[in-house]
């Protein structure tokens, strides 16, 4: 089958949330993109938001976890890919994908910017190792195919007001002859932890449970699927 609409989602860092996230998304045959930072990659590695403890789950544990999900890159240490030197591009980027590569199996093809930030310096040196797609953290609310696939704005973010409000515009669409669209939800899992609404992702999911007509895919799989990388 020959699709013309495709959802996909994008979570970032690894956080012991994510099994909760994976069964829901794996309940509903939801594919997603994981991005890890694989040298904090550890419940030592852990922080506070709104009086709740936010851990990393250890690298260890969590290949098969995220098995027929993709995983990206998002730096070695989740620093700000900003005003880096080579050699510390090296260390973040070089390093986090050859981790990813010798844990996960396959050598990662996309990435999520820590904190939304870049230059375009991080940027050329990403896409000379092998990136072809990096997510910022802006939102389009629209469904259009990246043009520019290395600074990709999703759909939205996961608590975005206007969540299922595009989730309905989406379903509802009727592409012309040609038309690709893609709806790219992205966000953290400790964000429906904390404010406990993860009733918001399975009714989400519910939406798209019966669309066969909507293909269900990794970032990679998606834009691999319509030709944007």
């Known amino acids: 089958m020959k699709y013309q609409k495709a959802i996909t989602f994008s979570y970032d860092d690894g956080i012991e949330s994510d099994r909760k996230l994976v069964e829901i998304l794996n309940r509903y045959g939801m594919k997603c993109t994981f ?7 550890s419940r030592e590695s852990r922080f506070e938001i709104e009086g709740k403890e936010i851990c990393r789950m250890d690298q ?3 290949r098969d976890l995220y098995a027929g999900h993709e995983i990206a890159v998002h730096g070695l240490t989740h620093r700000a890919p900003v005003d880096m030197t080579e050699e510390e591009m090296d260390q973040e980027f ?8 010798r844990i996960y199996g396959q050598k990662p093809v996309g990435m999520a910017y820590a904190y939304g930030a870049y230059d375009q ?4 040196y990403l896409q000379r190792h092998g990136i072809k797609y990096g997510r910022t953290v802006e939102a389009t609310h629209g469904f259009a195919v990246p043009e520019n696939p290395i600074l990709l704005k999703a759909t939205c973010h996961h608590d975005d007001e206007q969540l299922f409000e ?10 012309a002859p040609g038309e690709q669209q893609l709806f790219y939800i992205w966000g953290h899992s400790y964000e429906y932890y904390v404010k406990d ?8 999911c519910r939406m798209f449970a019966d669309r066969r007509d909507i293909f269900r895919g990794t970032n990679r799989e998606c834009l691999e699927m319509f030709g944007a990388i």
């Open 35 to 41: 991005n890890l930072n694989t040298g904090i990659q």
């Open 197 to 204: 609404n993860w009733d918001r992702l399975e009714k989400l």
């Open 121 to 124: 310096a991080a940027v050329d």
């Open 166 to 175: 595009l989730a309905q515009q989406f379903l509802e669409s009727e592409p």
């Open 60 to 62: 260890e544990t969590i």
């Open 94 to 101: 070089l390093t986090d994908i050859d981790n990813i590569t």
